[in-house]
């Protein structure tokens, strides 16, 4: 159970991963209900990387800023156990860094979008 972008293991797994349960409403239907965007948003966090380790990452998103969409193996929305989940079609924003430490990047994010998860 490992994350993985278009099926590589990353080569450093992310220290914290995330689902963002904070989707904005559109609004209500007439039975009072909320109305939410079919599409999640996951966010991976490490706090120190390498070049090199970096370079991956980076490559991911150069890959699907051409082809346009990636597949990605998070952990299982929602799921009663803790498995891991193939979501295809998804978008990678562009990496973030921090501060560059002892030859290390810090404070990485990478979030993935347009996840589906029905």
Do not use: C
């Not at 559109?26 to 490490?46: Q, V």
């Not at 998103?61 to 346009?68: E, Q």
């Not at 978008?91 to 560059?100: H, R, S, T, V």
């Amino acid at each position: 159970m490992t994350y993985k972008v278009n099926g590589t293991d990353l080569i450093l797994q992310p220290e914290t991963g995330q689902w963002n349960a904070q989707r904005s409403s559109y609004g209500t239907d007439g039975g009072g209900h909320g109305i939410f965007p079919r599409a999640h948003t996951f966010e991976l966090k490490w706090g120190f990387m390498s070049a090199s380790e970096f370079s991956q990452l980076y490559s991911f998103y150069l890959t699907t800023s051409v082809t346009g969409t990636a597949t990605v193996d998070l952990p299982e929305y929602g799921a009663a156990t803790y498995q891991f989940r193939s979501y295809s079609g998804t978008i990678l924003q562009e990496p973030e860094i921090g501060n560059f430490f002892e030859g290390y990047y810090s404070d990485v994010r990478l979030i993935v979008n347009k996840i589906i998860t029905e």
